[in-house]
């Protein structure tokens, strides 16, 4: 069961857009890349960000999204670091991205940073607004409460 709720989190993770990224106490929106296959979390910043400093420390931190369109919320939480790993800078460079950078990939201010997860919280509803009104509709003429979904812990590494 645990796989399965493994690869849940990380299929509804792919199709989450943005969330907010705790660096010294304070949350950023940030976009992310994820790539399940090395199971770390991508993001591009930019030289001299609080974000930059701190994963040059190999800072600890917590990510948190909640996406209602996949039915995702997590907490998760890991560590930060530096990153100069240019196949995976290719992989994961995007027009969100490019749109900061002018020089491109290769633009000296640039900073690959990976987010090594250690551990999760994760809120799994239904995947849609839709697919929770009908299930809210369903308990109300059947008289049983909703299925809001599942909560488990996960653990990574």
Do not use: C
């Not at 917590?62 to 990153?83: F, N, Q």
């Not at 900073?111 to 239904?126: H, K």
């Amino acid at each position: 069961m645990t796989e399965d709720r493994r690869n849940e989190f990380w299929d509804r993770l792919e199709d989450v857009r943005a969330g907010m990224l705790e660096i010294d106490g304070a949350f950023l929106p940030m976009s992310h890349n994820v790539e399940p296959e090395d199971g770390n979390l991508w993001f591009i910043t930019a030289r001299g960000t609080p974000m930059a400093a701190a994963a040059g420390k190999g800072a600890a931190t917590r990510y948190v999204v909640s996406d209602s369109g996949t039915g995702l919320h997590a907490e998760i939480r890991g560590r930060l670091e530096v990153s100069q790993d240019r196949q995976k800078l290719d992989e994961v460079w995007n027009a969100v991205a490019s749109s900061w950078f002018e020089e491109g990939k290769d633009d000296p201010d640039l900073v690959l940073i990976r987010m090594t997860p250690a551990s999760a919280e994760v809120w799994l509803g239904p995947e849609s607004g839709i697919g929770f009104l009908f299930k809210l509709a369903k308990a109300k003429v059947t008289g049983d409460k909703p299925d809001y979904g599942e909560q488990f812990s996960l653990s990574f590494g």
